[in-house]
């Protein structure tokens, strides 16, 4: 059983295939915290109640450093869970245990404050074969008074503090630079990172890992504590070490109390985000592999989850925004001629969409450049062989659109105050039901009539004045929660009417990528940035959280380096996830238009093992990516039948001697047979023991050089 309740030691016990999470029930009703690691054989073996130390009168008892819902009540050093206010003013909570629930892989454990009409419930999820397991609090108001809540967090979980210090790891950057692997010691007091401007934002994304600095965990071994948020609004995530008779390092995600508060009004829940954590005993590697099967097994919606991603074509760098039905027509023929399976237009085909400055809001076919509507450009498109997709950015408005000079209201403002554009436009309030109705009835309505296969939902701006009416005076700061709220309930509306429509989501790239738009898109717009040298340690980064099927790279123009890259290398930066191309193909000769079609038709070849295989990185993981030679991954086929190896260089040096790629996850026993980019002198049969071991050089010759490595199993 993945969840049991050991009476004799009151302890919950929460166990994977190979993890195992543990939770006391004190005598006096208080949830103790007393294991997260690996799994052990016998419930004996987990630790019960803890040692209870005073450390002084100024500061957290023992028992309250350890546990599992931190809530201010006694003397709080640290992050609590919840902070809210009682209309008595009371700012406290003294919780004690009801009673739980056990139903398969779900635990419920029920809580209630000893005085006032709030009941607790802590959610708890076990994933067994992920090693992943879920947390998350519903707070519902059983009183006859409106409580204010001004912080609630998904859950605080305790690391072991016998195991020395403690490495952060995250994931950093800004717009055209997402996913930096960034990596520090964790210190005395609290370091946060979080996202407050209604998206997930660029610079951080709500992942974290910690492992131990006196034994740093590689790709293959050490241990790491690990999680994610499942959350795109504002969030935070707090890694706080305490120091008490020893220090005390805690982890604690959810939505962000920065300029949040909400009325919990009588009778009625508040339910938080999920958040996703797990625990390998065997480095970054199965920390990456974990929560990507996690996504795509439980998390990814449900219709296209099992489905390969096409292979697609985007207009915008051929047209930008001469947008006709004309032009459409004639790079979509082209882009036929590459295997290319679905076309996008991208911005430029509504309302008086001519540049940025105009048309956001009014989602209706201009008729000047499309004089016949969409159809005979999509029926043009289907008989190419391809699938029909369009671009569309529901939750903005240019002030300059027929829908804002109509309701100027919806969109996100301030009273007495000029509205800050930024890309001259505005953020509508998804809070509002009427915008939320709008928005479906006018995205409906285009699915309806026209025969789309994919909608690329893009968000291009941080919110500035975030404020509004529409909503209770005393509700405004809950917009950051009801924008979400609509934006979630929205798209689900639309997937139900339209099943059969991808849907991928787009923030100035990788803006608002997290598992909680994943639990309604199907892919995400991984960055602005396409040069595919730059691509390198953003892939990497987006790699370690997140699966290959759902992010998108593309074959473009974009050379911010000034570099000689080839068809070749360009290509293969972009097979690491599903593949796209939107270069200008008018600018293409005839032999790169031959070549290009031919990295498409080996795209598809290796497709069903990149984007349903498992991720093995054969280079380091490193936070200084400037100093990294090459990248280097393989996946392998679920079956273990098949492996794909995919490595490029940044730079070669004569002196330096070339990397061996060794391949986890074959079966050791059995032999397979490589083809591709193999170095001179190297076997074309090895064991998979011997690739793992001895592994295999790959053929990287000169600057930029790119490598594709296929292994297929014998017999």
């Known amino acids: 059983m993945p969840i049991q309740f050991l009476e004799e030691q009151s302890l919950f016990l929460l166990e994977t295939d190979n993890t195992a999470y543990a939770i006391l029930l004190a005598p006096h009703g208080q949830l103790i915290h007393t294991y997260w690691g690996e799994k052990l054989p016998f419930p004996d073996d987990y630790p019960g109640q803890p040692h209870n130390v005073a450390h002084s009168s100024f500061g957290t008892w023992g028992n309250d450093l350890a546990a599992e819902l931190p809530v201010p009540y006694n003397i709080l050093e640290l992050e609590p869970s919840i902070r809210l206010s009682f209309a008595d003013g009371t700012r406290d909570l003294r919780l004690k245990y009801v009673k739980h629930s056990i139903e398969g892989e779900n635990l419920t454990i029920d809580l209630k404050d000893e005085f006032y009409g709030l009941e607790l419930q802590l959610g708890y999820r076990v994933f067994p074969d992920c090693d992943i397991l879920t947390r998350r609090v519903s707070l519902i108001n059983t009183g006859q008074e409106s409580i204010r809540l001004d912080e609630v967090l998904s859950g605080n979980v305790l690391l072991p503090d016998d195991k020395g210090d403690y490495r952060f790891s995250h994931l950093s950057g800004a717009h055209m630079i997402e996913f930096q692997l960034d990596r520090e010691p964790v210190q005395p007091g609290r370091k946060v990172i979080e996202g407050r401007h209604n998206y997930t934002g660029h610079n951080h994304n709500p992942f974290f890992a910690l492992d131990l600095v006196e034994s740093p965990a590689t790709e293959t071994s050490g241990e790491v504590w690990y999680g994610a948020l499942a959350w795109s609004g504002n969030w935070k995530i707090v890694v706080e070490q305490v120091r008490s008779h020893r220090k005390r390092t805690r982890v604690g995600g959810g939505i962000n109390d920065w300029d949040f508060e909400w009325e919990l009004k009588a009778g009625e829940t508040f339910e938080t985000p999920e958040l996703v954590i797990g625990y390998s005993a065997a480095g970054f ?15 990814l919606p449900s219709r296209f989850a099992q489905d390969l991603r096409p292979v697609l074509y985007n207009s915008w760098e051929a047209v930008l925004f001469d947008v006709t039905e004309a032009a459409q ?6 882009a036929a001629q590459l295997g290319v399976e679905l076309f996008v237009v991208d911005d430029g ?61 919806w969109a996100y403002h301030y009273p007495n105050r000029q509205p800050t554009l930024a890309r001259t436009q505005l953020i509508l309030n998804l809070g509002r039901p009427d915008v939320q109705e709008y928005l479906f009835e006018a995205l409906d309505r285009l699915l309806t009539d026209h025969n789309i296969a994919y909608i690329k939902w893009d968000y291009n701006r941080a919110i500035a004045e975030a404020g509004g009416t529409g909503i209770p005076t005393a509700n405004r700061r809950e917009h950051w929660v009801r924008h979400y709220q609509g934006l979630y309930g929205l798209v689900d509306r639309l997937r139900a009417k339209h099943p059969d429509v991808l849907f991928e989501s787009c923030s100035g790239g990788g803006g608002r990528v997290d598992m909680g738009i994943l639990a309604h898109y199907d892919q995400f717009w991984t960055s602005d940035n396409t040069d595919p040298l730059d691509r390198l340690p953003i892939q990497q980064g987006f790699g370690l959280a997140y699966p290959a099927k759902t992010m ?36 293409f000769s005839e032999e790169q238009m031959r070549e290009a079609a031919h990295w498409v038709a080996e795209y598809k070849r290796i497709r069903p093992i990149v ?45 330096r001697n070339p990397r061996r790629l060794r391949l986890e996850g074959l079966e050791p026993e059995t032999v397979y047979r490589l083809s591709g980019d193999i170095a001179e002198r190297e076997p074309a049969r090895l064991s998979g023991q011997a690739l793992r071991t001895r592994g295999i050089l790959p053929r990287l010759e000169g600057e930029l050089a790119a490598a594709l490595i296929t292994l297929e199993k014998e017999g």
């Open 285 to 299: 590697g199965p920390v990456s592999r974990n929560l990507h099967r996690y996504q795509l097994e439980h998390i």
């Open 552 to 587: 998108f790279s593309w074959v473009t123009d974009m050379n911010n380096n000034a570099a000689p890259y080839s068809l070749r290398y360009r290509f293969l930066s972009s097979f690491m996830g599903g593949l796209g191309v939107g270069a200008n193909l008018h600018h």
């Open 611 to 655: 984007q349903a295989g498992e991720l093995y990185r054969l280079t380091p993981l490193e936070d200084h990516t400037e100093k990294k030679d090459s990248y280097a991954v393989g996946y392998v086929a679920k079956d273990k039948s098949q492996a794909v190896i995919i490595a490029l260089d940044r730079k070669s040096h004569f002196w």
């Open 349 to 409: 085909w509504f309302g008086e969409r001519h540049s940025d400055n105009a048309g956001l809001g009014d989602w209706t076919v201009n008729r000047q450049k499309f004089p016949d509507g969409l159809e005979p450009l999509i029926r043009h498109v289907n008989d190419l062989g391809m699938k029909f997709g369009i671009w569309v950015e529901p939750e903005m408005v240019n002030p300059d659109s027929d829908l804002y000079r109509a309701h100027p209201d």
């Open 329 to 334: 027509r004639e790079i979509a023929t082209k």
